[in-house]
């Protein structure tokens, strides 16, 4: 394979070329991250905790711009004499994406003009760079769709998983590393089937990815995260790959007849795919509105029930692993087989660690006699699990006034007494959120 570089041309392996976008990535934004840190305490640019957030200090949230700098610079090395017309399309649409986040992470934009901002790139992406799905492969008995329908359904996909990582990207290396899996799983699907330039781009998008995960999961002095910047990004290049992917199932003749190209994407992208299917879900049941912020993704169950952050990553990530693996162990079954299994195995999986949460909390509150009282008792109940279980904020040192705080810190904890305050303060702050949303504040 050719790699050229300005004016110069290398005759070069293919490993050559994936090791090397790989190692470029991984230094630029190494030495991205210390600086953009700095400038984040010269310029106060932190992320402040709340009742909705994981973490109890004040940490940069421009990691995204790291990432995307340090995937820019191989990308722009190697990639520009390889790649068709579409890679200046999809950069500028990152581009936009970049501005947007970036503008979201310092004064907070609404919902609404992040949403037109992420059509404006998709756009982009999906008009000027052709980048669009055009046949839903046989799914439901339909093959081609019509150019405008194209256009429309690839912006609603784009949406659906750059937002499905977004709201994923709640505890420390969750977004990064789902995005390492999803864009690992389809490099080695570019690699079979013979395209060397976008295996490249997705290794350099891991190698960016791998050097951030360090900063960000192992982290002390130096601690930074992805930030809407970042999460925008990663569910955009995300999106492109999944449409190449589907593309790509439909043309190279490496891929066997009937394969459920459709059903596999769900598959790579299960965790953003049905933690915003399930979350959007009880939300509206509850009555609130699909948008409003809270504490009921799978993450936020986790560490409630003791894992903390990098636990509760692997954990996620091992199921998103044992998804991709079995449907790609039962792709023979077809779109519509293949997606019964794993739905349901998903919806289930998902459902566990609220199941032992409210399990728990039933066992503690009996185990300290207070099951006289009904108010007390814990309603096993839907709604209950939306509206109330999951508000409740995690500390990772105790607060002054908090029955936990002002201890030493080598006091024995005590387990049950930290839980119940926990169903105690997540009651408490539901209330007023809802009176807060009551009041008629965004």
Known sequence: MVVSVGHFSLNAPVWFLLLTSFAVAFAATCVAVPSIIKISGVK?????????KSHSTEIPTLGGAAVFFGMLVPTTLFGTQNFGHELKFIIVGLIILFFVGIKDDMVNISAKNKLLGEIFAIGTVAVLGDIRITSFNGFLGIGDIPYVASILFTIFVFVVIINGFNLIDGIDGLAAGVGMLTISTLGVWFLLIGDYNYAAFCYTVVGALLAFFRFNVFGRKNKIFLGDTGSLILGMIVSVFTVRFLESSLTATAV?????????????????????????????????????????????????????????????????LSIILLSWSLRHLGIVRLLMVIIPVSVFVTSLPGFFFRHRVRTVIGRLGMLGDKSWIVPITFHYAVNSLYSVPRRDRPAAGDFTGDRPAETTRDPDRELLHAYLESRRANNQQNEYAEMGNP
């Open 44 to 52: 106060k640019l932190f992320d402040q905790p709340d009742h909705r």
């Open 256 to 320: 066997p007849d009937g394969f459920p190209a459709p059903a596999f994407a769900f598959a790579i992208l299960i965790v953003p795919m049905i933690d915003t299917l399930r979350v959007f879900t009880v939300r509206i049941l509850a009555g609130k509105s699909p948008f409003a912020p809270d504490r009921s993704h799978i993450h936020h169950k986790l560490l409630l029930l003791g894992f903390n952050h990098l636990q509760s990553t692997l954990l996620i990530l091992t199921f998103n």
